[in-house]
């Protein structure tokens, strides 16, 4: 795997913070007759009190004997030419000099990393830490899942992309990492994901449990979802367990991709590449949204939606098709007039063979 690289790459760890605090509070020499009394007293004091700042502002990488592993080969994730990365580092350095309160935080968070993977495991670990799940043990677990599995390291930056470039409340990649709790749901997913299928199935439910908790997203660890995913605010999300989730879908806060409650085995709904559902829908049972389709706010779906076309209602009917390619890439996913007029065409010249106008 490559090596780091950039001006991150020669900066010195918290842990080498400290093992150089330690060794400077080691005795070098026999103390002399004539020297200060008073100076090895200040100097251990000094490194003591720097010390503890330290493990006030990094928890993760001062804390116990569980801290991250330092092997370049096995944790780096850093990638040659990783622009997604290189921006976020930018944006938190100029974060740290327009609000220097932030800078500490915007440090142990982004810039004292090496990579994407290892700023994510910080951030999320530090976000979903109680006291049965350590903030060392689970950056340890998210590094391990994020840096080896290059499925997910694409993913996770594809994610990233979809959230700054479709969610025009996100200001930038930076706050989209450090902020958003529709992708740091997402991403703990993706590593409940990968180890329910590695059969660490128990603490796969562990994680989906505290996202639960803390950020109100219920997905369990056995759904399968694509890359360049955006779950926009995210609160009141629940995904079922045999729910499958094609590329650079768009999903709204509220939805429910739930099971009928009447079968046991795939009994959870297949939505299609570049759909956009949006806020409240409820889809329900083993049917499939198609490629492409758009799901208005407020819907109940219980039976198929074609591709390329625009359901809404209670239950919810097909009332349009959809003029966009991929509806979730344009976020419009209103049902007013000028609607209706500039994206959707009616069934009967659809039907009929005409061109959209």
């Known amino acids: ?34 020297s200060n009394p008073n100076s090895t ?13 330290v493990e006030r502002i990094f928890p993760v990488y001062a804390r116990g004997g569980l801290s991250p592993r330092s092997d370049p ?14 921006a976020v580092r930018l944006e938190a350095k100029a974060e740290a000099e327009n609000e220097p309160i932030l800078s500490s935080f915007l440090y142990a968070s982004i810039l ?33 899942v994020l840096v080896q599995n290059r499925g997910i390291k694409r993913a996770l930056r594809m994610d990233l992309q ?20 529709g992708y740091h749901s997402l991403q ?34 056995a759904a399968k979802i694509g890359e360049g995913i955006l779950l926009d605010h995210g609160t009141g999300l629940v995904i079922g367990e045999t729910a499958v989730i094609g590329d650079r879908v768009s999903l709204m806060q509220g939805v429910t991709l739930g099971g009928s409650g009447k079968e046991t085995g795939d009994r959870h709904p297949k939505v299609g590449e570049g759909a956009l559902i949006g806020a409240s829908v409820t889809v ?21 939606v074609p591709q390329h076309s625009m359901a809404a209602g209670i239950p919810a009917k097909v009332i349009g098709y959809v003029k966009e390619e991929v509806p979730s890439l344009t976020m419009k996913h209103d049902a007013s007039k000028d609607f209706f007029e500039h994206v ?12 959209a106008a």
């Open 162 to 181: 979809a959230f700054k470039e479709r969610d025009p409340s996100c200001l930038s990649y930076c706050s989209a990492l450090l902020y958003l709790k």
């Open 112 to 144: 004292s990393h090496d990579c994407l993977e290892r700023a994510l495991g910080f951030i999320i670990a530090n976000r979903l830490q109680n006291n049965t799940l350590l903030e060392t043990q689970l950056m340890d677990i998210f590094c391990d």
């Open 188 to 221: 703990t997913h993706r590593v409940a994901h990968a180890l329910w299928n590695q059969g660490r199935k128990v603490l796969a439910l562990a994680l989906q449990s505290r996202v639960s908790e803390v950020f109100g997203v219920d997905i369990h660890p």
């Open 73 to 86: 080969v096995g944790y780096s994730g850093s990638v040659v030419g990783d622009s997604i990365w290189d």
């Open 284 to 304: 329900l049972g083993n049917i499939k949204i198609g490629e492409g389709a758009m799901i208005a706010s407020g819907s109940l779906v219980l039976k198929d």
């Open 1 to 34: 795997m490559a090596a780091c690289l950039g001006p991150l790459s020669e900066m010195r760890t918290v842990r080498t913070v400290l093992e150089e605090l330690d060794e400077q509070n080691q005795p070098t020499r026999p103390e002399t007759p004539d």
């Open 41 to 53: 007293a200040s100097t251990s004091t000094s490194i003591m009190v720097m010390r503890h700042k």
């Open 344 to 355: 959707a065409i009616g069934y009967e010249g659809r039907s009929n063979g005409e061109d």
